[in-house]
């Protein structure tokens, strides 16, 4: 059975502000290291034997930080990267509002859509699962990434909850179908 953990990157100045990162290189602040380090240490007793990121700053340096606790070398693809937001990265609510009107969620601002997202991350984790079948492996990335493809992989699941920085996720898959062992966990952030 293979087995793979959806982690969501730790959290930046951009995720406080709530700004749309889209594909900006936005870098962890030191609340998203910390957030980093917690996982890292709950992660330093499970057996991982594989970790892929995405290759923006946020989630790359979320999965080296568990990736030198784990000596596991951290490969990147850039298909595990965030949607991209078109002309609305890097603004606010307020920001859109000002700029296009209240309508702004109906315009074509360049926003990639749903069903693409979905696709690259699902022919991603397909890749991955089929390339290292029964093993254990690490995925960080995005929200938007990572949420569109749950929906995906597990519509029988309820994963409608918002997900949370640094959050695990458990899927395995067996000769059937996906299911899902663990959802949007953060227990390691209340340890200290």
């Given at each position: 059975m293979t087995l793979i953990g959806l982690i969501r990157h730790g959290v930046t100045d951009w995720n406080y502000e709530h700004r749309a990162q889209g594909q900006v290189d936005i870098a962890l602040n030191d609340e998203g290291r910390?957030?980093?380090?917690?996982?890292?240490?709950?992660?330093?007793?499970?057996?991982?034997?594989?970790?892929?990121?995405?290759?923006?700053?946020r989630a790359f340096e979320t999965a080296q930080i568990i990736g030198r606790i784990k000596n596991i070398e951290v490969k990147t693809d850039p298909r595990l990267r965030e949607m991209n937001c078109g002309l609305i990265e890097?603004?606010?609510?307020?920001?859109?509002v000002t700029k296009w009107g209240n309508g702004w969620s109906k315009l074509d601002?360049?926003?990639?859509?749903?069903?693409?997202i979905i696709?690259?991350?699902?022919?991603?984790?397909?890749?991955?699962?089929?390339?290292?079948?029964?093993?254990?492996?690490?995925?960080?990335?995005?929200?938007?990434?990572?949420?569109?493809?749950?929906?995906?992989?597990?519509?029988?699941?309820?994963?409608?909850?918002?997900?949370?920085?640094?959050?695990?996720t458990i899927l395995n898959k067996d000769q059937f179908r996906w299911d899902c062992e663990l959802y949007n966990c953060i227990t390691h952030l209340n340890v200290e």
């Open positions: 910390r957030q980093a380090e917690l996982l890292s240490k709950r992660m330093e007793n499970e057996k991982w034997d594989y970790i892929y990121s995405s290759d923006l700053s890097g603004t606010t609510e307020q920001d859109r601002l360049g926003i990639e859509p749903n069903a693409e696709t690259r991350g699902m022919n991603c984790l397909m890749d991955i699962s089929e390339r290292h079948p029964d093993k254990k492996i690490l995925i960080i990335s995005h929200g938007a990434l990572i949420g569109l493809t749950l929906k995906k992989l597990i519509p029988h699941i309820d994963t409608e909850e918002y997900l949370h920085n640094t959050s695990v």
